[in-house]
């Protein structure tokens, strides 16, 4: 039977303590990696699932953690975070049979394409499981990013690439971070990035949030406290018991919304406005957002709401009814309950909607409608609403980054192989080595080609960009001239000159990612899609004084689609920012 709806309430993840005493000059975790059991609804029986549990320095014997996800960091703009992580996962996966595929592919049964090239090669056969931890969006070192090849097993098992601060103080199966917190005030997050599994690892619950808070934001009126409230948006498909299942089919009627770890969960609220931050979590799954309310309480069906910020801060605010967030996108909005009748309520949900230039968004079908509702249960408290109405808000306007005619063009080609069942940047494996030499300081246009017939969400490490662009592109004729350059031995004249095989003229940004600090941007289909991204730049500064903490030219990245399946199988690449006068 389906689940019963609206009938668990909304989880909001506990925050982890910092310990100030082990690093002066920087807030000190320790998170550690653990199986446990999750119950993701009322009627559904308690789930092995995976989640961070952060050491708490008030009592060492209540560690912070539901069991699914992890813990919030909460931290202050430049005031930097070290961060130890532990993997006491077992050495079995949660969901083996993944493994298994992996390293022996069934092409009848397996979902998931065979490894295209060497995914899984950084470990030997006889270990199955591999972390790492990747800060989404925050300004870090490459030694602290929680790259692919820096993974490391529960067993202490380093790929390659594996890097600790501070070597004398991690075990093996430890890793130190630290993280810079030079950036805006905004909410990242942070999750499972390991080599060739972060899908698997993310889909069991590895993920949490990061926020980093400017005091300065006090003085702008905002919902705060319990009236801000995130929301970790995920879709799971589960068990007869309750278990999580991963298929990768998307099913009709199996896939599950799961907010915060909960199932169609409720959240009780007042007549006020509340400061909503919305992650997308989801592996795969776009989801198309709007607030429906019940036909007698307003005149229009939906609740309109305010966009204050996206992935990297705050922008200026914009009067919205409805949006479209891709994997790992965040929307931070204020939503008012004000006029919604006590004993009523707002639900949240997902609709189909019309793509205009977005065909082929995976995930966005009649599947999933409702997600999770709102019931408003009394007037506001604390004597009312003193928050800043939104239109009120003083947000600054995001300066535009403007291109200049010298501005360097960076062409990142969404490659589906013939031959390989598996995506590539530029008909290139993610281990072969970087190629994309970029000079310290320097300001780029990326232009993402998708001439295939889904969408992709492309997300850019280290940086914060803008949305230049997009423009349609004759699909076809370009893939067949570019496999023409791939298969005829990569001859610089077979090579598809992408201002051939326009279409149209170039389509503004949509008004929700325009002006806005972006590290996601959805690629659609048939497109290319442009950012310009200002001043590669690695933070140098030795954070709480660990030698080796700041970042050192050539320092190495990475790009990559976050639909995690496709990161897995290669749809990633690193690039290096070098020297400016090399
Ligand atoms: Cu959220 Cu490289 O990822």
């Known amino acids: 039977p389906p689940l019963k709806r609206f009938v668990d309430p909304l989880p909001r993840p506990m925050a982890a303590i910092p310990d100030r005493s082990v690093y002066p000059g920087a807030?000190?975790?320790?998170?550690?990696?653990?199986?446990?059991?999750?119950?993701?609804?009322?009627?559904?029986g308690p789930s092995p699932v995976w989640g961070y549990w952060a050491a708490n320095p008030n009592d060492p014997h209540k560690p912070i953690g539901m069991g699914y996800l992890g813990p919030t960091l909460n931290t202050t703009r430049d005031h930097p975070t070290v961060v130890k992580w532990r993997n006491e996962l077992p050495t079995t996966h949660m969901f083996q049979h993944v493994i298994d595929l992996i390293r022996k592919p069934d092409p009848e049964l397996t979902p998931i394409p065979p490894p295209p090239y060497k995914s899984v090669q950084p470990f030997p056969a006889d270990i199955?499981?591999?972390?790492?931890?990747?800060?989404h969006g925050g300004?870090?070192?490459?030694?602290?990013?929680?790259?692919?090849?820096?993974?490391?097993?529960p067993e202490g098992f380093h790929a390659e690439g594996y890097t600790t601060l501070d070597p004398g103080r991690a075990k093996p199966n430890e890793a130190i971070y630290g993280y810079t917190n030079h950036d805006h005030s905004c909410m990242l997050w942070y999750h499972d990035h390991a080599m060739g599994m972060s899908a698997i690892n993310v889909y069991a619950g590895l993920a949490g949030l990061y926020f980093v808070r400017d005091p300065a934001d006090e003085r702008l009126g905002l919902p705060r406290g319990e009236f801000e409230v995130p929301l970790i948006l995920q879709d799971r498909t589960f068990n007869a018991d309750g278990s999580l299942a991963y298929t990768m089919t998307n099913r009709e009627g199996e896939d599950t919304p799961v907010v915060n770890g909960k199932a169609y969960p409720f959240l009780e609220v007042e007549q006020r406005r509340y400061r909503l931050r919305i992650l997308n979590a989801s592996n795969e799954r776009f989801w198309r957002l709007r607030f429906d309310v019940p036909r007698d309480v307003l005149l229009q069906p939906q609740l309109p709401f305010w966009l204050i910020g996206t992935d990297g801060g705050f922008r200026a605010p914009l009067q919205m009814l409805d949006f479209l967030i891709g994997p790992a996108e965040r929307y931070d909005l204020i939503v008012d309950f004000s006029k919604i009748p006590v004993n009523k309520h707002v639900t949240l949900t997902n609709y189909p909607g019309t793509q205009v230039h977005s065909p082929g968004i995976p995930g966005c079908g009649p599947e999933i409608a409702d997600i999770m509702r709102f019931k408003v249960t009394k007037p506001p408290s604390g004597g009312g609403d003193r928050s800043t109405p939104p239109e009120k808000l003083k947000l600054q306007a995001v300066p535009p980054i403007k291109p200049k005619p010298h501005t360097r063009r960076r062409e990142w080609v969404v490659y589906q192989h013939q031959l390989f069942r598996t995506m590539t940047f530029n008909a290139m494996p993610f281990m072969e080595p970087s190629q994309d030499f970029i000079k310290e300081g320097s300001t780029e246009i990326w232009e993402y080609i998708n001439p295939n017939h889904d969408a992709h969400p492309m997300h850019v490490h280290l940086v914060n960009f803008q949305v230049l662009n997009r423009q349609p592109i004759d699909a076809a004729a370009y893939q067949k001239q570019y496999d023409k350059w791939v298969y005829g031995g990569r001859k610089p004249e077979d090579y598809p000159v992408l201002a051939n095989y326009f279409t149209g003229p170039p389509i503004p940004p949509d008004?929700?990612?325009?002006?806005?600090y972006k590290d996601t941007v959805k690629a659609p289909a048939q497109m290319v899609t442009r950012i310009i991204i200002q001043e590669f730049i690695p933070p140098t500064d030795e954070i709480a004084s660990i030698p080796g903490s700041g970042a050192k030219l050539p320092a190495t990245y990475i790009h990559h689609c976050h639909l995690l399946e496709h990161e897995d199988d290669d749809l990633m690449r690193p690039w290096t920012i070098v020297r400016a006068d090399t």
């Open 128 to 135: 199955d499981v591999w972390n790492v931890v990747h800060q």
């Open 139 to 153: 300004y870090t070192a490459p030694q602290s990013d929680g790259l692919p090849m820096q993974s490391f097993s």
């Open 27 to 44: 807030d000190y975790y320790e998170f550690t990696m653990r199986q446990g059991t999750w119950q993701f609804h009322r009627d559904l």
């Open 511 to 516: 008004p929700d990612e325009a002006l806005s």
